[in-house]
């Protein structure tokens, strides 16, 4: 596997060290995958979940909301009946 090529592709600037650290990770990865190809799988029924336990949910129940002047009364900062936030870029 070209290790330098796949940083290359993901933007990211690497060192010999961690590209023979990354190709060694990579190439583990890889054996496992292989050895999980192995495994016979053909009698085992496929399961929806991996978990046979019932999800169990509460019924939706109808409350009553907040004002807005409510909702407004946690804010740390607003902007008449606005959330007053900082500029995400």
């Given amino acids: ?12 600037h690497i060192s010999d060290t961690e590209e023979k650290t990354y190709k060694e990770q990579m190439e583990e990865i890889l054996r496992y995958f292989s050895e999980l190809s192995s495994v016979e799988t053909n009698k085992v029924e496929p399961l929806v979940t991996p978990s046979e ?32 936030v900082p500029p995400v870029v």
């Fill in 53 to 84: 336990i019932e999800q169990i949910f509460r019924e939706d129940k109808r409350e009553v909301l907040q004002t807005i002047e409510e909702a407004l009364q946690n804010a740390p900062e607003r902007m008449g009946n606005l959330f007053k």
């Fill in 1 to 12: 596997m070209d290790i330098k090529k796949v940083a290359q592709l993901a933007r990211l």
